[in-house]
């Protein structure tokens, strides 16, 4: 089977538990105005990839990766869920750790099929309320935490990820939201919050694509620490993990 891959990282440190190989599949339904890879939301035919090359691939990495595992990320490789199946079978035969790297409004039979093989769900949450979401990222929220429902009901290791940027989402409120939205989760093992980056303008200059948020500063270490003892604060009160 051939799936649309834009590329592999090798040795990645924070894409899940380890050192992990990162696949990096073609295709997203999303634009997110602070997404990093807009060289990913387009299918290009020239990076048609066979499942059992990029297998192949990755084995080469095995010696590096054995404790850690492999991140299936994009873009949005719940796209290509039956390729990302395949993949995966393979890979758990060798016996490699899955994670599966999704924004979460992608479902269906394929993709139930995939959360079948995958060990751990890191889960994009972008927005904290259902407008700023569809403003921020044209996608619902709803079907995020439909998702997550579907995490729960599994037990699925389950970790959230939130990316914080100066002066849309950096406030206590919006963080104290995201905590009383996660709560009650059992499935839930850590919430990482995620500080802003402009490093991607690069990238949508050479692409001929405004950066939505061009001039925008970077989140600082601090605010962030600030922020997510926030988190942990409403841990301690709360059934999130």
Known sequence: MKGYIHSLQSLGTVDG??????????????????????DTWVCREDDLTESGELF???LRLYPYIKKGGVTFSGGEPCLQAEFFCELAGELRERGLHIALDTCGE????????????????LLDIKMTDPDSHFRNTGGDLSKVFRF?????????????RHVVVPGLNDSEDDILRLGELLSGYTCIERVELLPYRSFCEAKYENLGIP???????????????????????????????
């Open 17 to 38: 538990p380890g050192v992990r190989a990162v696949v990096f599949a073609e295709g997203c339904p999303l634009r997110c105005v602070y997404c990093h890879n807009p």
């Open 56 to 58: 192949e691939r990755i």
């Open 106 to 121: 992608v479902s269906g039979q394929a993709v139930e099929a995939l959360l079948d093989l995958t060990d751990l769900v």
């Open 148 to 160: 997550l429902d579907g995490l729960e009901a599994r037990k699925k290791p389950t970790w959230i």
């Open 211 to 241: 950066y939505p948020l061009k001039g925008r500063p970077q989140m600082s270490p601090e605010r962030i620490a600030e922020l997510q003892s926030l988190i942990k604060q409403y841990e301690s009160r709360s059934d999130l993990n």
